[in-house]
């Protein structure tokens, strides 16, 4: 996660997202849940963001 985070940063982004069907693991690193989202099969995913 930290590389992706400083590789991020480095190229100007403010900030990075991910989906995950994981609970209280992200959270632990200050990902925050924006709401849900759609894989293209349809199946729902959870959508996170950490402010770089």
């Known amino acids: ?3 992706v985070q400083n590789e ?3 190229r100007g982004y403010g ?3 991910l ?3 994981l609970d209280g693991y ?3 690193y200050d990902w ?3 709401g849900n989202g759609y894989y293209m099969d ?3 995913t959870k959508i996170y963001k950490k402010c770089l």
Request: proline share 0%; no cysteine; net charge negative.
């Open 42 to 44: 349809g199946s729902e």
């Open 19 to 21: 989906s995950t069907m």
């Open 1 to 3: 996660m930290e590389h």
């Open 26 to 28: 992200y959270e632990r």
């Open 8 to 10: 991020a940063a480095a």
């Open 32 to 34: 925050v849940y924006e």
């Open 15 to 17: 900030a990075v997202y």
